[in-house]
């Protein structure tokens, strides 16, 4: 056990993994099965893995799709366990038309963002991709400063320091920060997610989606 780096074992089965499933609470042993559906029905891909995780999987199941059929996946849908910075980065590099949400999508739908409650929430600061910046719900400026960077398990995390500029004359900064001025630790891949939900959201969107959940489950 110690050797496959696993605390538990399946006897009967001893590549399973412990993992949920069905939206069951219990733990137990099993499969993440994946699979790649065409519009008419037809499966092109399929796999079943061992990490519960669904968000590394994409990329391999639309390669698998690829190998299988000799031909390039132009157009992927998926739900919101396939949303990530990562598999957003990954179809814009691939030139992919994706539609996946991410997991607080439905708030972002439902307009939880725009209540009064939620008004300097991050999802309502506008970047402005020309020169880099992003402007407040009071329509001041935060200013870029300085890029870090944190490394995890699945990629290395590149985010941005926005500052803003005009937050001591604004008489609403103690709602919207208990500091001097506002910041904003943005993902650098940040854009790539704003821009998937405005697509979804989207008469084209929501119809790709549909068409998604038909397929899927029917």
């Given at each position: 056990?110690?050797?496959?780096?696993?605390e538990?074992?399946?006897?009967?089965?001893?590549?399973?993994?412990?993992?949920?499933?069905?939206?069951?609470?219990d733990?137990?042993?099993?499969?993440?099965?994946?699979?790649a559906?065409?519009?008419?029905?037809?499966i092109?891909?399929a796999?079943?893995?061992?990490?519960?995780n669904?968000?590394?999987?994409?990329?391999?199941?639309?390669?698998?799709?690829?190998?299988?059929?000799?031909?390039?996946?132009?157009?992927?849908?998926?739900?919101?366990?396939?949303?990530?910075?990562?598999?957003?980065?990954?179809?814009?590099?691939?030139?992919?038309?994706?539609?996946?949400?991410?997991?607080?999508?439905?708030?972002?739908?439902?307009?939880?963002?725009?209540?009064?409650?939620?008004?300097y929430?991050?999802t309502?600061?506008?970047?402005?991709?020309?020169s880099?910046?992003?402007?407040c719900?009071e329509?001041?400026?935060?200013?870029?400063?300085?890029?870090?960077?944190?490394?995890?398990?699945?990629?290395?995390?590149?985010h941005?320091v926005?500052?803003?500029?005009?937050?001591?004359a604004?008489?609403?900064?103690?709602?919207?920060?208990?500091?001097?001025?506002?910041?904003?630790?943005?993902?650098?891949?940040e854009?790539l997610?704003?821009?998937?939900?405005?697509?979804?959201?989207?008469?084209?969107?929501?119809?790709?989606?549909?068409?998604?959940?038909?397929?899927?489950?029917?």
């Amino acid at each position: 056990m110690k050797a496959e780096g696993k605390e538990k074992i399946n006897l009967t089965d001893r590549d399973a993994n412990h993992m949920k499933g069905g939206g069951s609470k219990d733990i137990r042993p099993g499969y993440n099965c994946q699979a790649a559906v065409t519009e008419s029905g037809i499966i092109v891909a399929a796999e079943a893995v061992t990490e519960a995780n669904d968000r590394n999987q994409l990329k391999s199941v639309i390669e698998l799709a690829e190998a299988n059929t000799q031909e390039k996946v132009k157009e992927v849908a998926a739900d919101c366990g396939y949303g990530s910075y990562a598999n957003y980065e990954y179809l814009e590099e691939r030139g992919i038309d994706g539609y996946i949400p991410d997991d607080r999508f439905q708030q972002y739908k439902s307009g939880a963002y725009k209540k009064e409650e939620n008004r300097y929430h991050t999802t309502n600061f506008t970047y402005d991709a020309a020169s880099d910046r992003y402007v407040c719900p009071e329509g001041k400026r935060l200013l870029y400063r300085k890029t870090g960077t944190e490394k995890t398990a699945s990629r290395q995390l590149n985010h941005k320091v926005y500052k803003g500029t005009e937050c001591g004359a604004c008489q609403k900064r103690s709602l919207c920060t208990k500091a001097k001025v506002r910041e904003l630790f943005m993902d650098i891949c940040e854009p790539l997610l704003q821009k998937m939900r405005e697509k979804l959201t989207s008469d084209e969107g929501r119809r790709k989606y549909f068409m998604r959940q038909s397929s899927v489950y029917h």
